[in-house]
């Protein structure tokens, strides 16, 4: 079976800093992979995803995420982190292009002035 | 377009009750899933509608059931509460074309709490 595993369920920047958030993969076949993103009391609402198209894959709000098959990792990174990036990140799967998504844990995003 | 939309947003209930959600996906949009969000089990996926036909299932009991209507909004039902039931539950929409991988758009969630 599919999973995803987050490293990390809370991590602590700076402003302006970059942000790194990690995610890794189990798929026995080539997956659909996203992140998304949860403001207190919201849905998710999508940053990227990586369809194999390219392996580097950009995103909403400068954010961006390369998809390595060889560490089975597609890790969630932003140059410069601002106040309002402070959020719950989730990294999701999605076998077989299916609509059922397996997510992880999710990764709290604190940032600090 | 209006976005997806569920109601209630907010719900209180007791064990043994039964509760009813609804969502609304985006227009023209045919596929409608749902997912449980809990502190401890996270986000988890309970089944998927499209043209008014469960097309996927997670692995949930039997409590948990849904339908959806020929305009594609959709109706979950849980019955007889367990306090474990507790949870923000999400819908997502999207177009509906599988092995395509299309963007899943949510809605706000209704939050669940059973006393």
């Known amino acids: 079976a599919q999973s995803v595993t987050q490293l990390g369920s809370h991590v602590s920047v700076s402003e302006g800093a970059l942000v790194l958030l990690r995610c890794n993969y189990s798929?026995?076949?080539?997956?659909?992979l996203f992140w998304y993103v949860q403001y207190p009391n919201q849905g998710l609402q999508l940053l990227l995803k990586?369809?194999?198209?390219?392996?580097l894959v950009k995103g909403i709000n400068g954010f961006e995420a390369e998809f390595k098959k060889s560490e089975t990792s597609f890790h969630l990174t932003k140059p410069s982190a601002h106040m309002s990036d402070a959020a719950e990140y989730f990294c999701?799967?999605?076998?077989?292009?299916?609509?059922?998504?397996?997510f992880g844990k999710g990764t709290t995003l604190s940032v600090s002035s | 377009k209006a976005g997806v939309t569920q109601t209630p947003r907010y719900l209180i209930k007791t064990r043994g009750q039964q509760v009813t959600l609804s969502c609304s996906p985006i227009s023209g949009h045919r596929s409608v899933s749902w997912y449980q969000q809990t502190p401890g089990q996270g986000l988890q996926f309970l089944f998927e509608y499209f043209s008014e036909t469960q097309r996927n299932k997670g692995n949930f009991p039997g409590r948990f059931s849904g339908r959806q209507f020929s305009n594609s909004r959709s109706e979950m039902n849980v019955s007889t509460l367990e306090l474990g039931d507790s949870a923000l539950y999400l819908c997502a929409s999207s177009l509906g074309a599988q092995g395509n991988q299309e963007t899943q758009y949510f809605g706000p969630g209704t939050r669940l709490l059973v006393l």
């Open positions: 999701a799967v999605s076998p077989s292009g299916g609509t059922a998504l397996i």
């Open positions: 990586y369809t194999s198209a390219a392996t």
């Open positions: 798929s026995s076949v080539p997956p659909y």
